[in-house]
């Protein structure tokens, strides 16, 4: 039995539902590696870059995966 209380819709969010891997991939479709590795200048994109590296690192580094989804936000914005 799970008593957690649940969880509050996020509608507003634009990164509710979404998978770390779905927004590296975005990011990478997007930017490519290069320029990708030119905004956030971290090893798992300056290096031999691969998405699943990337998840590895930014699953156990949480300021880069902050900078990452910001990225990822700012993209969204600049699309619309």
Not at 24 to 49: K, M, N, Q
Not at 55 to 61: D, E
Request: glycine share 4%; aromatic share 8%.
């Amino acid at each position: 039995m799970n008593d957690a209380p649940p969880r509050p819709a996020q509608p507003r969010n634009p990164l509710h539902g979404l998978t770390l891997e779905a927004i590296v991939c975005a990011l990478e479709a997007h930017y490519g590696w290069r320029e990708l590795a030119s905004r956030i200048p971290i090893r798992c994109f300056t290096h031999d870059p691969s998405v699943s590296s990337s998840l590895k690192f930014l699953r156990k580094t949480p300021w880069a995966r902050e900078k990452v989804e910001s990225l990822y936000l700012y993209m969204l914005r600049k699309g619309r």
